[in-house]
């Protein structure tokens, strides 16, 4: 079983802070992806990452894919209030029988205070 | 947004009961998925469906059933419901292409 582990758990910011969260996994992936949920609705994808140490930016999010396409980081630069809410990210397995399906993560709650 | 909805999207049922949650997308997507969100679990997969009538189990099956008779629709089906089933179940969506899923707005689900 294939396991990715989000760090921190939960993380609580003033506005204007700048913050990483961590995905971490000893499986290979072939893509890994971003999404965040707020409460009362499902998540939303916010990036996909493919090539081992890919960067991909997102106005003030930036998203990194490890060179070993193990583990990733979301950084947030600035947090503003809009920001808060459940990030999780999602591996999709790199054997094509699984490829279909994706294994998450257990998610970082995200609280961005004024 | 691949238009996805959950029905009903909330519900209180007695042990031992069977009950039925309904996806309906518009995509026309060919995979879809059925996940329980718990506290301290994240998302886990129930079971998916690759096709019409093609259905695999995921990593939390047990207990569960599904069925798609038609593209659009996934049913996801407790047939004996049990208080640890109590959660949010979400269903989401793939189109083949690109690879990212789409989850509809979630479904509460309390057994007691």
């Known amino acids: 079983t294939q396991l990715l582990e989000q760090s921190p758990q939960f993380l609580s910011i003033q506005e204007g802070e700048n913050l990483t969260v961590y995905c971490n996994s000893s499986?290979?992936?072939?893509?890994l992806q971003w999404y965040r949920q707020e409460p009362g609705e499902g998540p939303v994808l916010l990036v996909t990452v493919v090539t081992g140490g890919e960067v991909k930016k997102l106005k003030r999010l930036t998203f990194q894919f490890g060179d070993a396409r193990k583990d990733s980081s979301l950084h947030i630069t600035a947090a503003q209030t809009g920001d808060t809410g459940l990030y999780l990210c999602?591996?999709?397995?790199?054997?094509?029988?699984?490829?279909?399906?994706?294994?998450f993560g257990t998610g970082t709650r995200l609280q961005v205070t004024l | 947004d691949a238009g996805i909805t959950q029905s009903p999207r909330h519900k209180v049922t007695e042990t031992g009961t069977p009950v039925t949650l309904r996806c309906h997308q518009t995509?026309?997507?060919?995979?879809m998925y059925w996940y329980r969100q718990d506290p301290g679990h994240g998302l886990r997969l129930i079971h998916y469906s690759y096709g019409v009538k093609d259905t695999d189990k995921g990593e939390v099956s047990d207990g569960y059933s599904v069925s798609r008779s038609k593209t659009e629709d996934f049913l996801l089906t407790l047939e004996s419901a049990t208080s640890s089933q109590t959660s949010v179940y979400f269903c989401?969506?793939?189109?083949?292409?690109?690879?990212?899923?789409?989850f509809g707005p979630g479904t509460r689900l309390t057994v007691t």
């Open positions: 499986s290979v992936f072939s893509s």
């Open positions: 995509e026309n997507h060919r995979y």
């Open positions: 989401a969506t793939r189109d083949s292409r690109v690879g990212e899923q789409y």
């Open positions: 999602a591996g999709a397995s790199a054997y094509t029988g699984t490829a279909s399906k994706l294994t």
